[in-house]
């Protein structure tokens, strides 16, 4: 496994030297910022007396704290979730393209490493910077929301790595796609397509409805049943966060397929690595 860490340590180095990693922080960081400053909540013997945000009034009515944060807490697990998904791709479209550019995939070829060595040093290394993006952002808004209302909770904390998941099986999908075409666009593309069909895949049910008995809704439960339930993932992520009951009926089977799609995908990757020429 040392192979697999070297060219991920390799991965985190091109990150730092594109001063990807800063801007990053420096992103996250701001952000959190402009949440604590601007954010005021009136907390009286555990309740909720009013709040504002940029200066206008969101609640006058007095309410439990865990309540009245409910919909603050679910809203901001929709935003990991989709926003961090959405800016995973758009960052790190280029890394694999990157790496198998001419010149310098040869030179890793010749080191003394396998090649799903390579393609899985690569995978580790983006996903260690999503991890401590995802980890640094939520941990950051549950100590602003514990110190201004006395209530913490690590929901958003377990929401953010369920979008972890959920970015690990799109990224195994355009780490795939750089074996084929060495483009970050279309890496990038292929990324923002299995994101659409993730959250179609998690509303399947119901879009069917929308076609005709026969060949139409066959074919379209066919497909979406071999897509990630993405947009599902971040519906429990945000009753997650939020401490409300949970609507799937088993949240370790739609983790697991999240899980097995990515696996499935990386497999792909890996097989047309190991036959294509450079």
Known sequence: MRPVFGIAGYVLREAISRKFILAFLV??????????????????????????????????????????????????AFIVFYGGILFGIVACSDFAPGLMSPGRIEHLLALPIQRWQLMAGTFLGVMTLALGGTLYGT????????????????????????????????????????????????CAAAGFALLVGGIVAGHRQDISTFFEEGVSRTLFMAVTVMLPRLSALAEAAGHISASTPLEVRSLGTLLLGVFVFGLGALAVGFWRFEGKDY
């Open 27 to 76: 992103g996250i960081t701001l952000v959190l910022a402009v949440v604590a400053m601007s954010l005021r909540l009136d907390v009286i013997d555990g309740a909720l007396a009013a709040s504002r945000l940029f200066g206008n009034e969101l609640r006058s009515s007095i309410q439990s704290v865990d309540v009245a944060l409910r919909p603050v807490y679910q809203g901001a």
């Open 139 to 186: 941990t950051g808004l549950v100590v602003i929301f514990g110190v201004k209302a006395g209530y913490w909770t690590a929901g958003p904390l377990i929401a953010g790595l369920m979008a972890c998941v959920g970015f690990a099986a799109v990224y195994a999908v355009m780490l795939t796609t750089a074996t084929l075409v060495r483009s970050a666009a279309l």
